[in-house]
């Protein structure tokens, strides 16, 4: 099963269309970095809910195909080696973007370690990854055992 990794600008890559990047954005990301360049053979043609049928050329990284620009995002898929992710992170910093997999992770905004080499700091005022709503669920529980217990405590039961 495919799984991707989509480069947008919204908390949930499924919301791209709200703050698209658009092709013009990609052609500029393309002609600044030496290492990018839309395939000249390979491509996806995807059908609109009308029926119309748009071809989406694949971008190469090194020579491979490996990115695609859909509609209003980045995509990569079928799982993405490191560095793939290492690319696409690079990729969302120059879009002003970030990177999201099918499942909602978020990868941080900061390029993965050349083995044997220390990762580098995390960019100043880096925003903090969301945390699962599991986690969210059991703060907000322990926060309310706390109030209840101090509630007890000082009013009595």
Same mark, same amino acid.
Request: some cysteine; aromatic content about 10%; proline content about 12%.
């Given at each position: 099963m495919a799984y991707d990794l989509h480069v947008v600008r919204t908390e949930d890559w499924a919301d791209a269309a709200s703050a698209p990047i658009t092709k013009p954005e990609v052609e500029a990301l393309i002609a600044t970095d030496?290492?990018?360049?839309?395939?000249?053979?390979?491509?996806?043609?995807?059908a609109d809910a009308s029926g119309t049928v748009t071809r989406y050329w694949m971008i190469t990284w090194q020579g491979q195909s490996c990115f695609w620009w859909y509609r209003d995002q980045i995509q990569c898929s079928?799982? !993405?080696?490191d560095a793939h992710i290492s %690319?696409?992170?690079?990729? $969302?910093?120059? =879009?002003?973007?970030?990177?999201?997999?099918d499942d909602g992770?978020?990868?941080?905004?900061?390029?993965?370690?050349a083995p044997g080499t220390s990762p580098p700091p995390p960019?100043?005022?880096?925003? !903090?990854?969301?945390?699962?709503?599991? %986690?969210?669920?059991?703060? $907000?529980?322990? =926060?309310?055992?706390?109030l209840l217990g101090l509630k007890l405590l000082i009013f009595g039961g």
């Open positions: 030496p290492e990018l360049a839309w395939s000249a053979t390979d491509f996806v043609d995807m079928d799982p !993405p080696s %690319k696409l992170i690079q990729i $969302a910093q120059a =879009l002003h973007a970030q990177v999201i997999g992770e978020i990868y941080p905004l900061v390029p993965l370690a960019p100043s005022g880096a925003t !903090p990854t969301r945390w699962p709503l599991w %986690k969210q669920l059991l703060v $907000a529980f322990l =926060l309310g055992c706390v």
